[in-house]
């Protein structure tokens, strides 16, 4: 018996077992015995370089101008603005733009400001605070309740507009929560606001302002389910936040003022309406005078009185 690789198997070709396809064998290309790299069929002016190379390996082609600069010609500018017309024009334009808007006027009294607007000034704050405090070296010691294991996947900003819109945050308690900060460092040395600490911190200082400062809050399942943290997390986090500060947690209005005006002045991109803290300071000394000359008409009623008797 002879093998498919003899001559004869080659002299004398055998029809297709394909059940009814009706082509025979002579139509395939034959089988060569040899397996010399002379023997192999090779396209016409094929590349020898490219031959021999893989799918993996196939060579990119390069643009005329690049091509140009591996002759001895060091690329230029006007290759660079051949390259990519707009992109550089376009950062350029919007850049301009953004420089060139005018800054927001807020209202002076916080109680008027938007909400958003809120959000906004305090995450430029927070910004700052995590950017400095992420630098500092964490130890076990150091570690606290409001600290998480990874960074939360959701920005502060966002988390922040997320509290604001669905635990109906106001201003009020907005910088309530910006008061929180100050004391809880304070009274907590171990306590700092970075990238580990700020979510947890959020949801806490909502919850304690909102029940501590509102007439109508949210129970604490509804806080726990906006914050992204379990209901029995909240409580413990709750509870410790109230004992750190030493349950004291009402601010000063005064404080809330300094507090809103240090924001806007600090936040690029906003100002205080101007004219209105004079309006303001004079309407309360009008208001004082008022009260002393009430006063003195008392007084002189009282000694009219006391001859006539």
């Not at 906004?120 to 964490?138: F, K, S, W």
């Not at 910088?175 to 306590?191: G, H, K, N, S, T």
């Amino acid at each position: 018996m002879k093998s498919p690789a003899s001559p004869a198997a080659h002299a004398e070709p055998r029809p297709a077992a394909t059940g009814g396809g009706g082509g025979s064998a002579a139509a395939a290309p034959a089988m060569t015995t040899s397996s010399s790299p002379s023997s192999q069929p090779r396209p016409h002016n094929a590349d020898s370089s490219q031959a021999v190379l893989s799918p993996n390996k196939r060579r990119v082609p390069i643009p005329s101008s690049d091509a140009t600069n591996q002759q001895g010609r060091a690329p230029s500018s006007s290759d660079a603005a051949h390259t990519r017309p707009q992109d550089d024009s376009s950062k350029t334009t919007k850049r301009a733009r953004g420089e060139d808007a005018p800054p927001k006027t807020l209202p002076l009294r916080y109680e008027l400001c938007a909400v958003e607007d809120v959000v906004e000034l305090i995450a430029n704050m927070l910004a700052e605070l995590i950017a400095t405090n992420d630098y500092i070296r964490v130890t076990n010691d150091g570690l606290t309740r409001f600290h998480s294991r990874t960074p939360p996947g959701i920005s502060v900003r966002d988390y922040l507009h997320r509290l604001a819109r669905h635990a109906t945050l106001t201003p009020p308690l907005l910088l309530a929560m910006v008061y929180y900060i100050d004391r809880l460092c304070l009274m907590y040395p171990e306590f700092t606001i970075n990238t580990l600490t700020v979510h947890r911190f959020l949801i806490t200082a909502a919850t304690v302002a909102a029940k501590g400062l509102s007439d109508a809050f949210w129970n604490n399942a509804t806080y726990a389910r906006v914050g992204g943290v379990r209901l029995a997390e909240l409580k413990l986090l709750e509870l410790e936040f109230l004992h750190r500060v030493d349950w004291k947690i009402v601010p000063d209005p005064d404080v809330l003022v300094a507090y809103y005006n240090g924001l806007v002045e600090r936040t690029p991109g906003y100002v205080l309406e101007p004219g209105s803290l004079s309006d303001g300071s004079a309407a309360d000394d009008d208001d004082d005078g008022d009260d002393d000359d009430d006063d003195d008409d008392d007084a002189d009623e009282r000694e009219r009185d006391e001859k006539d008797s």
